[in-house]
């Protein structure tokens, strides 16, 4: 049985990536997919979106990541977009790559409703008298926070929902489809809970799932954690083998998602997950980030996470499992395709953000060197 006793140098092939379908794979056509397509990176990702009747519609959030990108797409279709914050964060900021016109257009548009959503008397009354016709719910995470939006909105034409995949039972057989077992006891719990009180209240509701989100403005850092150790020339320390299969869905792309449920009938009452088009493992991963970065391939460094006490701080960004979900649903039902595929997501995230010096979190190589210390080595 293999045993991980210390470390070592990584000499797998250069990405590990594997199909949404496992049975269309051929080496030929995953070389062909993974090269980065070196483009205008500012006009990748750009909705061509269609005339729709206007709502006026409420954003729960939408100053940090998400609501970000979508807030724009729904500006753009005609929609009047109110931004439901706390006022701790400016309400608009320029995109890398926005030209001063699209962001002047942009932020004259966006209207802002100052408040905490956990004051439920106050969300009760002003958006009452709002009288909003859609919400989309980005920063929810509690069904108790969710009430009182729709005490407030009886004719609510539709309640848009961002859960997580996260809620899915942990599970041998994936990947995950919209109909497996959830885990009630998932620290996502809260999600679940707020699913199944739309769906109690009988409203029109759809809620997405994304998996791991990417992109520019990311605030959890999952190609950031890459990009920092790629940046210091530093070895990249995974956990275990490597081969951990995961999955990442670019921001631009789940935008796009929730603009395409709705006032969609074929979404009411419906889950979507929403992800990439591609699973990786985690090695692969580590390479597809110095791929897309223009750095050297990386050396990998594996190790055993249980020979460690990192205390409180987390030694690595994912889960340690696989854990990928089926996008076919949402293909199928609203038309949906990822435009971004892996290596040029995470580029147009590289040259829109961690490229041009904008980061969220110092780098903190503390668990790195804990790990690279004590010089462990696979064997068998």
Known sequence: MARLVAVQQQTQPSFSLLPSSLSDFNGTRLH?????KRRVWQTKGALQVSASSSKNILIMGGTRFIGVFLSRLLVKEGHQVTLFTRGKAPITQQLPGESDQDYSDFSSKILHLKGDRKDFEFVKTSLAAKGFDVVYDINGREAVEVEPILDALPKLEQ???????????????????EKDAVDPKSRHKGKLETESLLESRGVNWTSIRPVYIYGPLNYNPVEEWFFHRLKAGRPIPIPNSGIQMTQLGHVKDLAKAFIQVLGNEKASQQVFNISGEKYVTFDGLAKACAKAAGFPEPEIVHYNPKDFDFGKKKAFPFRDQHFFASIDKAKHVLGWE?????????ADSYNLDFGRGTYRKEADFFTDDLILGKSLVLQA
């Open 32 to 36: 062909s997919q993974v090269q980065c």
């Open 159 to 177: 309640f848009i929902y961002c859960s997580s995949a996260g809620v899915y039972l942990k599970s041998d057989l994936l990947p995950h489809s």
């Open 338 to 346: 990822p435009e971004f595929d892996l290596v040029e997501g995470l």
